[in-house]
């Protein structure tokens, strides 16, 4: 009977904390938009984060119908560029700041993570219908450099312990059709840091930025031009955001041997993690795992980003290849065209509500929901947004 007593307190106390938490946040957010308030707010840059933010835009104009939000997936790099000519009202980066843009971005630019998510080796081998070709840093690292050139190379058979993909790459005596990006991207920026830090050879030839000069393979622009690429064209291996394979899919009959299972799930790797002791596969859990070590030791949000990395973090459960994904965000609103105080006061809720409410719908798409720490550092860098030198919410 006490067991049953017990029981039932805490299935009442798990019942009610949501509902707690929720009212107290309610209570300090900024005000909503009014119901005769109409503005189109501009936005652009990462592909990585796009699924997400588009996901945002559908649900906050449902709830406000007068507020619209325009965001072209044109690349992190591109984004920055718009964010620093003060061409839109805000942009997302999967790659902070580095000491060059910080010279270029408006004084005192905020940095708000939105959201984290995991970068996945995605591949299209004949005889290869499913994910967990296992993959370590340095392999990756010499298919991208053009020094592993075959798929039955031995290095790649060594690593494999399922028999069905073993003979697959023994059969298999074809060239690798290396995949990466043509524009200037955060997922490459994330990418290219993470063979960095496993291989001394990538680090010291290639090195890492939004853009690196690829020693080999085919270029596609976005997250979805490499996945169109490499679905499309067999004995191909790229890099995209998680959401990106799970979304797409790849004929079999046209691109991947031919054998006639119609349309499946597009394949990606299991990479080999930090400690040295599994092979993971990418998922909302172990890309959690990767973040948890970073989040107590991240700068304020107007504070310096560039070197901030969540790649090869230690742990058995952290996959090895992920990111933060940020808003670039004026704390002067009155610098931007068009933008007047209430605009500006509504841009306030909007980016607050992406980071609080708008959290909710992360896990469905694979992004990690932000933790508590992250949003109370994402809502106090919210509170330094001013018009014309007032402040347009205060943190509580």
């Given at each position: 009977?006490?067991?049953?007593?017990?029981?039932?307190?805490?299935?009442?106390?798990?019942?009610l904390?949501?509902?707690?938490?929720?009212?107290?946040?309610?209570?300090?957010?900024?005000?909503?938009?009014?119901?005769?308030?109409?503005?189109?707010?501009?936005?652009?840059?990462?592909?990585?984060?796009?699924?997400?933010?588009?996901?945002?835009?559908?649900?906050?104009?449902?709830?406000?119908?007068?507020?619209?939000?325009?965001?072209?997936?044109?690349?992190?790099?591109?984004?920055?560029?718009?964010?620093?000519?003060k061409?839109?009202d805000?942009?997302?980066?999967?790659?902070?700041?580095?000491?060059?843009?910080?010279?270029?971005?408006?004084?005192?630019?905020?940095?708000?993570?939105?959201?984290?998510?995991?970068?996945?080796?995605?591949?299209?081998?004949?005889g290869?219908?499913?994910?967990?070709?296992?993959?370590?840093?340095?392999?990756i690292?010499?298919?991208?450099?053009g020094?592993?050139?075959?798929?039955?190379?031995?290095?790649?058979?060594?690593?494999?312990t399922?028999?069905?993909?073993?003979?697959?790459?023994?059969?298999?005596?074809?060239?690798?059709?290396?995949?990466?990006?043509?524009?200037?991207?955060?997922?490459?920026?994330?990418?290219?840091?993470?063979?960095?830090?496993?291989?001394?050879?990538?680090?010291?030839?290639?090195?890492?930025?939004?853009?690196?000069?690829?020693p080999?393979?085919?270029?596609?622009?976005?997250?979805?031009?490499?996945?169109?690429?490499?679905?499309?064209?067999?004995?191909?291996?790229?890099?995209?955001?998680?959401?990106?394979?799970?979304?797409?899919?790849?004929?079999?009959?046209?691109?991947?041997?031919?054998?006639?299972?119609?349309?499946?799930?597009?394949?990606?790797?299991?990479?080999?993690?930090?400690?040295?002791?599994?092979?993971?596969?990418?998922?909302?859990?172990?890309?959690?795992?990767?973040?948890?070590?970073?989040?107590?030791?991240?700068?304020?949000?107007?504070?310096?980003?560039?070197?901030?990395?969540?790649?090869?973090?230690?742990?058995?459960?952290?996959?090895?290849?992920?990111?933060?994904?940020?808003?670039?965000?004026?704390?002067?609103?009155?610098?931007?065209s068009?933008?007047?105080q209430?605009?500006?006061?509504?841009?306030?809720?909007?980016?607050?509500?992406?980071?609080?409410?708008?959290?909710?719908?992360?896990?469905?798409?694979?992004?990690?929901?932000?933790?508590?720490?992250?949003?109370?550092?994402?809502?106090?860098g919210?509170?330094?947004?001013?018009?014309?030198?007032q402040?347009?919410?205060?943190?509580?």
């Open positions: 009977m006490t067991k049953k007593v017990f029981l039932g307190l805490a299935l009442m106390l798990i019942l904390v949501p509902t707690t938490v929720l009212s107290a946040h309610a209570a300090s957010a900024p005000p909503a938009p009014g119901d005769s308030d109409k503005y189109n707010y501009n936005a652009g840059g990462s592909t990585f984060a796009y699924p997400i933010v588009d996901k945002w835009r559908v649900q906050y104009h449902a709830l406000y119908p007068g507020i619209t939000l325009n965001y072209q997936a044109i690349g992190s790099g591109a984004g920055i560029k718009l964010f620093t000519s061409k839109v805000f942009a997302g980066t999967d790659a902070p700041l580095q000491k060059s843009e910080i010279a270029k971005a408006p004084k005192g630019t905020l940095t708000i993570p939105e959201s984290m998510g995991a970068i996945v080796v995605t591949y299209n081998v004949p290869i219908y499913k994910n967990g070709l296992k993959l370590t840093g340095d392999v690292a010499k298919i991208f450099m020094q592993i050139t075959k798929w039955n190379d031995p290095s790649l058979i060594k690593l494999q399922d028999s069905s993909i073993i003979k697959a790459l023994q059969n298999d005596r074809n060239k690798i059709n290396v995949v990466h990006r043509s524009d200037g991207s955060g997922t490459t920026f994330a990418f290219s840091s993470y063979l960095s830090q496993v291989s001394s050879a990538w680090n010291g030839k290639i090195g890492h930025a939004t853009s690196v000069p690829w080999t393979g085919m270029g596609g622009s976005g997250n979805a031009g490499v996945a169109a690429i490499v679905k499309k064209v067999p004995e191909s291996i790229g890099y995209v955001e998680l959401a990106y394979a799970k979304q797409n899919t790849m004929n079999t009959l046209t691109g991947n041997a031919g054998v006639g299972l119609g349309a499946i799930p597009m394949t990606y790797a299991y990479v080999q993690n930090h400690d040295k002791t599994a092979f993971l596969d990418a998922t909302v859990a172990t890309t959690a795992a990767a973040a948890s070590g970073a989040v107590s030791s991240l700068p304020a949000a107007d504070g310096v980003w560039s070197n901030v990395s969540i790649n090869d973090a230690p742990g058995p459960n952290a996959y090895p290849i992920a990111t933060f994904t940020y808003l670039l965000v004026n704390p002067n609103l009155e610098q931007l068009g933008m007047s209430q605009k500006a006061q509504d841009l306030v809720h909007m980016l607050y509500w992406f980071v609080t409410d708008g959290q909710q719908y992360a896990t469905k798409l694979l992004y990690v929901p932000l933790p508590s720490t992250i949003q109370e550092l994402d809502e106090k919210i509170s330094e947004i001013k018009f014309n030198g402040q347009l919410w205060s943190y509580p």
